[in-house]
C-alpha cells in the first residue's frame, strides 16, 4: 500500500448537532453549551453545518450564524471543519471563502446534485472543485455520500487528489467503505492526505484497517470513541478492537435507529440542551427508541450523561 502523506487533521471529528429550541429557532446557548461538552469529551476537531447538523433545514442566514458564532466561541480549541455543500459552484466557493474567513481549518463539500435525478456529469463535477479550489487556501474534503447519489469511484476521486491543490481529504461513507479507503490510498498516494471514516463510525475498525486516519462521527459520545481510534493509531489493535466491540451497541444503536438526532437526545438527557427535538419536518424519534438509546449509554457510562450535572 501506498502511504498517504503526513495529514494535518487526524483523529476523532464529530459533527456537531445545531440545537433548536421548542418552537424551531436556534438556541445558540444551548449550540455553545454543546460544542463545550464536545470538546471536553475529547473531540480533536469538530464538524458543523453537516447533513447530521440538520443543514437543509438551515436558511442561508442561519447558516452564516451558526458559522460566526460557532467559530468565534472555540476561539481555536479545536480545529473546525465547515460543510459548504451547494449545487451551484459559484454559491459553494462563496460560502467556503466565508467559512475560510471567519477561521475554518477545513470545508467539507458534496458533489454538485439536487433531488433524486439532477446530477453534474463527472467533467462538471472536476471543474467544480477546480473553481472551489482556486477561491479558497484551505483543505477540501469530499463527502463520499449515498444522499447525493453520485457516483465518486476511487479512480476519480485519486485524479481530483491528484490533480487539484486543495483537495486533499475524504470522507468516505458508501458500502464497502474499506476496500474504496483502500484503492483510494493506492490510486492516490501522497496525494490523499486524509482518508477519512464517517457514518457514525459503525464501519471504524474495518476503515482503521484500511488506513483511514479520520473519524467523523455522531457528537454525543466522542469520549467513547477517542480510545478506539488512539490505542489504535497507538499499536494496539486489539485492545481498540475490544473498546469498539464495547461500544458497539450504541454506535449501531445511533446508525440504525435514532440516526441524525440521536446526539441531541443524549445532550437533552444529560441536561446539556433543553430541547433534543429536529426542525420540522423531520421525523422525531419514537419515545421507545429514544429509551432505548439512553439504556445502552448509560451502560458504558458516556460522559453525556453527567457532564452538565
Not at 491543490?165 to 490510486?187: C, D, G, N, W
Not at 482518508?195 to 467513547?224: R, V
Not at 488512539?230 to 458497539?248: I, K, P, Q, T, V
Request: contains cysteine; negative net charge; hydrophobic residues 40%.
Amino acid at each position: 500500500m501506498t502511504a498517504s502523506r503526513p495529514a494535518r487533521y487526524r483523529g476523532v471529528f464529530p459533527v456537531v448537532p445545531t440545537v433548536f429550541d421548542d418552537q424551531g429557532c436556534l438556541d445558540l446557548e444551548g449550540q455553545r453549551r454543546c460544542v463545550d461538552f464536545m470538546i471536553d469529551a475529547g473531540s480533536q476537531g469538530v464538524c458543523i453545518l453537516a447533513n447530521f447538523s440538520e443543514q437543509f433545514v438551515l436558511s442561508d442566514e442561519e447558516r452564516e450564524l451558526l458559522t460566526m458564532e460557532i467559530l468565534k466561541h472555540i476561539r481555536g480549541r479545536v480545529p473546525v471543519i465547515v460543510t459548504t455543500t451547494h449545487f451551484s459552484t459559484k454559491v459553494c466557493a462563496e460560502r467556503s471563502r466565508r467559512a475560510q474567513d471567519e477561521g475554518a481549518a477545513m470545508v467539507m463539500v458534496m458533489p454538485p446534485y439536487h433531488g433524486a435525478t439532477i446530477r453534474a456529469t463527472p467533467a462538471a463535477i472536476r471543474s467544480f472543485f477546480e473553481q472551489l479550489s482556486d477561491a479558497i487556501s484551505i483543505p477540501i474534503m469530499i463527502q463520499d455520500a449515498p444522499v447525493s447519489g453520485t457516483p465518486l469511484p476511487a479512480t476519480f476521486l485519486a485524479q481530483l487528489a491528484k490533480e487539484i491543490e486543495h483537495v486533499t481529504y475524504f470522507k468516505i461513507e458508501t458500502p464497502q467503505a474499506a476496500s474504496k479507503l483502500r484503492e483510494l490510498i493506492e490510486l492516490g498516494g501522497d496525494a490523499v492526505e486524509g482518508p477519512w471514516d464517517g457514518e457514525e463510525a459503525i464501519t471504524l475498525m474495518a476503515d482503521l484497517d484500511a488506513g483511514c486516519t479520520g473519524a467523523m462521527t455522531g457528537g454525543g459520545y466522542p469520549d467513547l470513541i477517542r480510545p478506539i481510534v488512539d490505542r489504535y493509531f497507538a499499536g494496539d489493535r486489539a485492545s481498540a478492537m475490544e473498546h469498539y466491540n464495547h461500544c458497539l451497541p450504541l454506535i449501531n444503536y445511533e446508525n440504525r435507529q435514532c440516526g441524525l438526532l440521536s446526539a441531541k437526545i443524549l445532550m437533552k438527557e444529560g441536561g446539556i440542551i433543553k430541547c433534543d427535538l429536529g426542525r420540522h419536518p423531520i421525523a422525531q424519534v419514537h419515545p421507545a427508541s429514544r429509551a432505548g438509546l439512553i439504556e445502552i449509554a448509560r451502560g458504558l457510562n458516556a460522559r453525556v450523561l453527567s457532564w452538565a450535572k
